[in-house]
């Protein structure tokens, strides 16, 4: 036990309001039960019992189910004969896989199958040739997430694409669905970003119907669809009593899912210690330069520091001969601003404005960014670790302020339970008017949302979803 604090309380904490199940092994993997330590502050937004609940009854379908176990042997077989077995239809498979996009498109995505997955009574597997096990411990007790490295598919599903003969939106183009067909033992569904009308169908309630049948589905996505899984009516019964509030999906199930590895971790808490505990307060700046090239930019400079000051997240700093007279009485505020960007410069500039002049408030700004990597490098392990560590640290700021359709602020944003001022994308390297604009919610848009299918009606109506802030394509939960 922790620090002499009642037992109730702290096994309370440590399971962040009952989220995670108690009994693993601690040492394997220290952030499970003491990341919610260095929260600043605890998450005001409590899960429901019922998801607590669905959670636990998850866990147990997926050690019955799951990799090692009778079923899924069975199950697989169903996949070499390519037919589905009535007798065994208790265990059924949504199969994430890793495409070539960074940590942040990772992330999403495997919330939002994750969350199908709970929806649809099935487990999730989640495939592990990239560097997913460096990253994240199991999360579910007693088995594994893994998917296994002789799963039959395996040398086929890196070449699944929307021209694959199993993929559900070719199946339906092709019409080679109708009601007497036999469900097939696995598909393929393309939920990645360049997806067609057909892929969409997805999200309608009458192709679920179809889809609930197959017993082995297989997901490319670098999306979070799951605002439009809400928008499936039989979903949506169910999504109401598991998230009574609504904007709380990916800050909930991020927090269940994902436990950074100890070498992670041992960044985080290096980092968290060193730099962010003695202070007051942090600030989190997530800084994505999208434009060819990349790199340093004085008007992206600039828009961060207008941004940050005109929301009053930093200080002016003092004009030369200025009337603004510093109480040197007063105690000092410290504050600590944690910079994540490719580009180590625009930690530089910014420690540099408030070194060379003090703040007018007599605030003491202490800037620091951990890493500073220049060019993105999926894949690499020890890069893909700095990633997920600067994404875990900003999670732990009290602000953030984001880059508009960076998937890795999402990620940041929403596990730290924070409403981000997002930075306006630049036009013709000029500072935009306003630069910044506060987030209507902490959940990631979703991008590429269904907007004419099945749910177009329904889109427009439903109070909690909101086209997102700057990019009215795209919807989210509020
Ligand atoms: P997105 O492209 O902004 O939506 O985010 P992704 O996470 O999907 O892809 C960007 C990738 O570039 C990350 O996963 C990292 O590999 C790298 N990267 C981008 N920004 C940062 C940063 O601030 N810190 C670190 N360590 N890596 C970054």
């Not at 037992?7 to 003491?34: N, P």
């Not at 199950?75 to 942040?104: F, H, I, M, P």
């Not at 500039?349 to 003090?358: A, C, H, Q, V």
Request: glycine fraction near 4%; include cysteine; charged fraction near 20%.
């Amino acid at each position: 036990t922790l620090n002499g604090s009642s037992e109730s309380e702290t096994s309370h904490d440590k399971l962040i309001g009952g989220l995670l199940k108690a009994g693993f092994d601690e040492g394997s993997c220290v952030s499970r039960y003491t990341k919610s330590l260095l929260y600043r502050k605890p998450s005001p937004y409590k899960p429901s019992p019922y998801l607590v609940s669905k959670l636990r009854r998850y866990e147990m379908l997926h050690k019955r189910c799951g990799p090692g176990t009778e079923a899924y042997k069975k199950a697989t077989e169903q996949l070499d004969e390519n037919q589905v077995r009535s007798s065994d239809k208790e265990c059924r498979y949504v199969v994430w896989v890793a495409t070539e996009y960074g940590l942040g498109n990772r992330i999403i995505s495997l919330v939002s199958s994750f969350l199908y997955a709970l929806l649809t009574e099935r487990i999730i597997l989640v495939d592990q040739r990239k560097d997913i096990n460096d990253l994240f411990c199991e999360p579910f007790p007693d088995t594994s997430w893994l998917l296994p490295l002789d799963f039959p598919l395996m040398g086929q599903i890196d070449s699944y694409y929307k021209d694959y003969s199993r993929c559900y939106g070719t199946m339906l183009k092709n019409h080679a669905i109708n009601s007497t067909t036999i469900p097939p033992s696995h598909l393929y569904l393309h939920l990645l970003h360049d997806y067609r009308d057909v892929d969409k169908m997805f999200y309608c309630e009458a192709n679920q119907a179809f889809i609930k049948n197959v017993p082995w589905l297989v997901v490319k996505s670098n999306l979070y669809f799951a605002p439009s899984l809400w928008l499936i009516p039989s979903f949506q019964t169910k999504l109401i009593k598991l998230f009574p509030q609504k904007d709380t999906v990916f800050h909930h199930l991020s927090r269940y899912l994902f436990h950074p590895t100890n070498q992670v971790w041992d960044m985080v808490t290096s980092t968290y210690n060193d730099h962010l505990s003695k202070a007051e307060e942090v600030l989190g700046l997530q800084i994505r330069v999208f434009s060819t090239p990349s790199g340093y930019f004085q008007h992206v400079m600039d828009q961060i520091v207008s941004c940050a000051q005109r929301e009053k997240l930093l200080p002016e700093v003092a004009t030369n001969g200025s009337s603004q007279v510093i109480n040197t009485t007063r105690s000092k505020k410290l504050k600590a601003v944690l910079v994540a960007s490719l580009h180590p410069e625009y930690s530089d500039e910014l420690r540099k404005m408030f070194l060379e002049r003090p703040s007018s408030t007599g605030e003491i700004i202490q800037v620091y960014q951990p890493s500073g990597e220049r060019v993105q490098q999926t894949d690499e392990k020890l890069h893909d670790q700095k990633a997920l560590a600067d994404i875990y640290l900003l999670s732990l700021t009290d602000n953030i302020v984001t880059t508009e359709r960076s998937t890795f602020g999402y990620v940041a944003h929403g596990l730290g339970g924070l409403k981000p001022w997002i930075l306006y994308e630049p036009k013709n390297q000029k500072v935009p008017e306003p630069p910044c604009v506060r987030a209507l919610s902490m959940e990631p848009c979703f991008i590429r949302a269904p907007l004419h299918g099945c749910q177009a009606k329904t889109i427009k109506t439903t109070h909690f979803i909101r086209p997102c802030e700057n990019w009215n394509l795209g919807i989210k939960l509020v």
